[in-house]
């Protein structure tokens, strides 16, 4: 019954959704294969290889957890329903985690079989990838819970992204490292790197933790923009 | 024709009358004027001409504000399927060819009228400091070649790839390109920076400039080396024309896959 309703909530997520994490980090592999065969250099290759998993997998996973809180066709259905509806979310953002670790986590054992080294290597390589994905896709569930509006939250998905990428200097100053999401792949994984992935990771379970009690009351989720 | 503009009409009051495209935009144009620093139009001194001032202004907004209008449109052609108002809207007199023409029309159209304000807003802003009242003609010269050619571009793809992408890989991809495309430096990783490609106005902002630096990476050496001439009035025409051109490649692509589809249901609706 729990596997059944696992599977239920996987679909209703929705292959598209589920499927964009791998589809961006077989993208990144490809690309990254296109520089190596192009004798654009090994250094260049593991760079973009890094880049996809601490920048391009958050994102993708960020894209598709707002786009699981805001699109919920049957929303006033679910609302008649005993299951609480944040269980429901709650499930189907635990499917897009699930499977999002599935694929980084082949993505990176096959960058190391392959001879790259994607950030400090055992155990703590989970974190090039995790720390960022947690914090972003966190913060998407909350503005998407929030604002009911996938434009608005998409936009400002994409506008934290790519402001961290741009003023990436600003953002490695003691005051704003904890919510560098680019760390490894700007900085390297000495001194400070564990703080700052630490500090991404509390960062995420407070933004989780907010997007839990607003999805508390999913009623104010009844007026969405772009239903 | 008149159905082309009658659809077009009706999109643009549509798109223009969300609110999301309005906070988004103001969201990242505010960031972008907080954060310009050294290089941006604030720092301009004064005596700086108006058409460099206003490109300075137009490349700055240029950076992060399609990102909204990409969102916006991303799920307008999909949002149909989902509603199941396409069989609806089929049964129209409007063919698919008009109906597909007036969404991109349209869209563009509402997604310029932020660009439009945020350089309008700007030149005002200015004028009490550089007492220019040529600021507000450059505003317009510098939305019609750096801000209106990349909305062009993005509206075409924003409506039209995530059809067979998915919406959210759509937007992953669209954001990625963006750093990619148009930002990281072909000294980092080959890119189409610095090409006439770049919907950010890179070439048209450098002309506006005239002053003979490049606004961003304009012709800087790196992949595909004929894309990449020398910034002047003639490559910034190239630019705007190849960056319109592209946004239309998609939008002809699936106007003629539409126009296919209806022709072959046709017997079966008859």
């Known amino acids: 019954m729990r596997l059944t309703i696992w599977l239920h909530e996987a679909r209703r997520a929705g292959p598209a959704a589920l499927l964009a994490p791998p589809a961006a980090l077989l993208l990144t592999a490809a690309i990254a294969m296109f520089i190596q065969l192009s004798g654009a250099g090994h250094e260049r290759a593991e760079r973009l290889l890094l880049a996809g998993l601490e920048a391009v997998a958050p994102l993708s996973v960020a894209m598709v957890a707002l786009t699981i809180v805001v699109r919920e066709t049957c929303r006033e259905l679910h609302l008649s329903l005993p299951t609480l509806h944040l269980a429901t979310i709650g499930r189907r953002l635990g499917v897009l985690g699930a499977s999002t670790a599935a694929c980084c986590l082949i993505y990176a054992a096959g960058a190391w079989l392959a001879g790259y080294r994607l950030g400090p290597g055992g155990a703590a390589t989970l974190l090039v990838w995790a720390a960022p994905a947690l914090w972003l896709a966190a913060f998407a569930a909350l503005v998407a819970a929030v604002t009911r509006s996938a434009v608005l939250t998409s936009s400002l998905v994409a506008l934290i992204w790519l402001a961290e990428q741009i003023w990436a200097t600003v953002f490695v100053t003691p005051a704003l490292r904890p919510l560098f999401l680019f760390f490894t792949s700007r900085v390297g994984d000495g001194p400070g790197w564990a703080a700052n992935r630490i500090g991404l990771l509390a960062g995420g379970l407070v933004l989780l933790a907010a997007t839990a009690a607003v999805l508390h009351r999913p009623e104010r989720l009844l007026t969405e923009e772009d239903a | ?270």
């Open chain 2, 1 to 270: 024709m008149t159905a082309l503009l009658a659809v077009a009409r009706y999109e643009f009051r549509m798109q223009a009358r969300k609110r999301s495209l309005w906070i988004a935009a103001v969201l990242l144009g505010g960031t972008l004027v907080v954060l310009q620093g050294d290089r941006g139009p604030r720092s301009l001194p004064v005596g700086t001409p108006a058409r460099e001032v206003m490109a300075t202004w137009a490349l700055l907004f240029s950076i992060l504000m399609p990102l909204a209008y990409g969102m916006l449109l991303a799920d307008r052609l999909v949002r149909d399927r989902r509603l199941r108002v396409e069989p609806l809207l089929e049964s129209l007199p409007v063919g698919p060819v008009a109906r597909l023409g007036g969404k991109y029309l349209g869209g563009v159209a509402a997604c310029g009228l932020p660009g439009l304000a945020a350089l309008l807003v700007a030149a005002v802003t200015e004028l009490p400091k550089r007492h220019d009242p040529a600021l507000l003609g450059w505003a317009l010269v510098a939305f019609a070649v750096v801000t209106l050619p990349g909305i062009a571009m993005v509206a075409g793809f924003a409506l039209v790839c995530p059809t067979f992408l998915s919406v959210p890989l759509f937007r992953v991809l669209f954001v990625g390109y963006w750093f990619w495309g148009n930002m990281l430096a072909p000294a980092f990783l080959p890119s189409l920076t610095g090409t006439v490609l770049t919907p950010i106005g890179d070439y048209a902002a450098t002309w506006l400039l005239g002053s003979g630096q490049t606004a961003l990476f304009a012709g800087t050496p790196g992949l595909l080396p004929f894309l990449r001439p020398d910034p002047s009035g003639a490559s910034a025409a190239l630019s705007v024309a190849v960056i319109v051109l592209c946004g239309l490649i998609p939008m002809t692509a699936a106007a003629l896959a539409a126009h296919r589809a209806t022709r072959q249901t046709w017997p079966a609706k008859a």
